[in-house]
């Protein structure tokens, strides 16, 4: 880990730790893509964050805009939706950059605080993934106006015209026909 080339969306913060609180710093990044969920990948991210030494950490004030490559809930195709994200979270310190003693967090008071690691590395990536997923749609389209999948042949209105009426009689009721009308009326 010591010698992990940083991401984009981690700053070394040892010194900004040493500074008085309400001192800042401010950094534009890019990262290619961050992942979401599983088969959902921010991409193409670009944004600016503002770190500012508090009493016990480093208040952040990030934002980003992005695009998620996901699935369209309609046609099952592929769907690319932009996002813009905003936050503001406290990062605490958990080592005393002075000192090297770790400073307590308390969890209970609040157990998704966001920290600093023991190498005074800020990481944005865990939040900027919380927000991004806050901003997607509960049902994210390929397109506004995407006409899915038939739910009686299945195909991709999208791309062909609905097999329904064309034929109306599945191949297999057709057989079932054929073997009715060959059983005598009685
Ligand atoms: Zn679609
Ligand atoms: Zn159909």
Known sequence: MATQKHSPLTYNVSQLLREEPGSRREYAYTESALQLHEGEVLRDISGEAQLTRTESGIYVDASASGIVSTTCMRCLQPA??????????????????????????????????????????????????????????????????????????????????????????????AALQALLDRTPQQ
């Open 80 to 173: 690319l939706v932009a996002v813009e994200v905003t936050f503001a979270e406290q990062y605490r310190a958990t080592v005393d950059v002075s000192t090297g003693a770790s400073i307590a967090v308390d969890t209970e008071e609040d157990d998704d605080a966001f920290i600093i690691d023991e190498r005074h590395f800020l990481d944005i990536g865990a939040a900027l993934r919380e927000y991004a997923i806050l901003e997607m749609p509960m049902r994210p389209l390929c397109k506004p106006d995407c006409l899915g999948l038939c739910a009686g042949c299945g195909v991709d209105l999208n791309q062909e015209s609905c097999r329904c009426s064309e034929a109306p009689v599945d191949d297999r009721f």
